[in-house]
C-alpha cells in the first residue's frame, strides 16, 4: 500500500499570557551561553561572567550525597525540607545570626531563587512598593514586575562604597511599602552593610508592618568586617525573611539548594508555594547539606581565603588598565570597576571584550539601571586565568582607546 500522505502542519501562533513581558532574565546565562558558542568556534574563553565558585564541593559532602543515596534518600520528602536539614538550618542560624530558631521557621528549596519568586508571590499585590538595590540581582527587579507591584530601586552608589543610603531610604518609605530587599555581602558590587548601615536602616524602618528580605546568600564570604543581619536587631527577626544557602559557600550550585528563615506562619504559606511548583528539594542533597552545615569547615576558609588572594590582584591590575578604576570588594567574589573614562557604555564594552578579547564578563547594566558605566567580572577562576584576562584586557584597551 502506498504510504499515508502527511499534511503539513501549521505553526499556530504562540499567546503568551501578558505576565510573560513582565518577566526579566538573568544576564549570565545569556553571556555563558554566547562565550561557549565562541568556544564552539574555536576561540579561548576567560569566564568571568558567571557567580559561581571554581571548587568542587568538599569531598565530606560529596560522600555524604553519594551515602544518602545508597542508603535510599531517593523519595519524595515534605515541601519545606527534611526535618532533619531543617532542624540543622535552624541550629546554623541560631548560632551565626545569634536569635533563636527554631525548624518550623525554615523552608528547604531548590536554590536560592524560590525564596525570592516566593516572597514576592505571597506578599505583593498591586500596588505595593518593593524596595530593592540597583545596581542588584537581576531577579529581584524581575520577580516585582511579573507580580505587578511596584519596584522603587534604592541607588548604591560608589562613593559610599556601594552601601545603602540610609536617608534616601527613608525617603523611598511610604504607606504603600511592603517589603524592602536588603543584599550583603552585595552581588554585583562586593559592598557590604556594616552593623552600624543595619542599625540605621532598622531606625529608619521603625515600627511600621514592612517585611524585609535579606539575602545572605555570601554571608560566609566576607573579607573586610564581619557579618550582620537585620535578622539580629531586636524586633526584626519577626519581620525578616532571612535567604541563604548553600551554593556559594559550600561550592554546591548543582545541588540547587538553598532555604530561607521566616515567622512560622509565613513559612507555612511559603511551603504551600512549594508544594504547588516543586513538590519538594532532592532528599539525597538534604542529607549532603547537614553534612555542610555539622561537618568540617576548613574547606570555606581556605576557598574564602583564595578568593581573597584573588581579589587583590585582580583589583590591583584593573586599576592599572588605562580607563578602569576599581573600588576594593569586601565581600562575594566580585570585581565591578568603574569603565566611564573609557568613554564606551557598559554593555557594548562587554560584547567587545568578549568578541574581541576572549573574555566573557558582565555589563554593569545587567543589574539595573544604575550599574551603567560598570562590569561585573567573577573572581571565581584561577589566579593564571585572571592574570591572562587582564593581559587580554590591557592589549585591548591599547588597540581601541585613544
Not at 133 to 143: C, D, K, T, V
Not at 168 to 191: F, Q, V, Y
Not at 356 to 378: M, Q, W
Request: glycine share 8%; charged share 25%.
Amino acid at each position: 500500500m502506498p504510504s499515508a500522505v502527511m499534511e503539513p502542519t501549521t505553526m499556530l501562533e504562540l499567546r503568551l499570557a501578558g505576565r510573560m513581558s513582565r518577566l526579566g532574565t538573568e544576564t549570565a546565562f545569556e553571556v555563558l551561553n554566547r562565550a561557549r558558542a565562541l568556544e564552539k568556534q574555536g576561540k579561548e574563553i576567560i569566564h568571568l561572567e558567571i557567580g559561581e565558585p571554581d571548587f568542587d564541593t568538599p569531598a565530606n559532602v560529596v560522600e555524604a550525597g553519594i551515602d544518602a543515596l545508597r542508603k535510599g534518600w531517593t523519595h519524595y520528602g515534605p515541601a519545606a525540607g527534611l526535618p532533619e536539614l531543617r532542624q540543622a538550618i535552624a541550629d546554623y542560624v541560631s548560632r551565626t545570626r545569634k536569635v533563636p530558631v527554631s525548624s518550623d521557621e525554615v523552608v528547604v528549596v531548590p536554590g536560592g531563587k524560590p525564596i525570592i519568586f516566593f516572597t514576592i508571590l505571597a506578599l505583593i499585590e498591586s500596588g505595593d512598593e518593593v524596595i530593592y538595590p540597583n545596581p542588584g540581582f537581576p531577579i529581584y527587579e524581575s520577580m516585582v514586575n511579573y507580580s505587578v507591584g511596584k519596584g522603587v530601586p534604592i541607588p548604591l552608589r560608589e562613593d559610599r562604597d556601594f552601601s545603602v543610603d540610609v536617608k534616601e531610604l527613608a525617603s523611598l518609605i511610604t504607606d504603600h511599602t511592603r517589603l524592602i530587599i536588603l543584599n550583603s555581602p552585595h552581588n554585583p558590587t562586593g559592598g557590604i552593610l556594616t552593623k552600624k548601615d543595619i542599625l540605621e536602616i532598622a531606625e529608619a524602618i521603625g515600627d511600621r508592618n514592612i517585611l524585609i528580605l535579606s539575602d545572605e546568600i555570601y554571608s560566609r564570604l566576607i573579607y573586610d568586617g564581619e557579618h550582620f543581619s537585620i535578622m539580629s536587631v531586636p524586633g526584626f527577626k519577626e519581620r525578616t525573611i532571612l535567604l541563604d544557602g548553600f551554593s556559594k559557600t559550600y561550592a554546591m550550585t548543582g545541588w540547587r539548594m538553598g532555604y530561607g528563615v521566616m515567622r512560622p506562619d509565613l513559612a507555612s504559606q511559603i511551603a504551600k508555594l512549594a508544594t504547588n511548583a516543586t513538590s519538594c528539594t532532592a532528599s539525597f542533597t538534604q542529607m549532603a547539606g547537614i553534612e555542610a552545615l555539622r561537618g568540617d569547615q576548613s574547606s570555606v576558609d581556605r576557598m574564602s581565603s583564595e578568593f581573597r588572594r584573588r581579589r587583590d590582584k585582580f583589583v590591583a591590575g584593573l586599576n592599572n588598565i588605562k580607563g578602569f578604576s576599581c573600588r576594593m570588594p569586601k565581600g562575594a567574589f566580585y570585581a565591578f570597576p568603574n569603565i566611564t573614562k573609557t568613554g564606551w557604555p557598559s554593555k557594548k564594552l562587554a560584547d567587545a571584550l568578549l568578541d574581541e578579547a576572549g573574555v566573557a564578563a558582565l555589563a554593569g547594566t545587567a543589574f539595573g539601571a544604575y550599574g551603567e558605566g560598570y562590569l561585573r567580572f567573577s573572581v571565581a577562576n584561577s589566579l593564571e586565568n585572571l592574570n591572562k584576562a587582564l593581559a587580554r584586557i590591557e592589549e585591548w584597551v591599547g588597540k581601541n582607546l585613544k
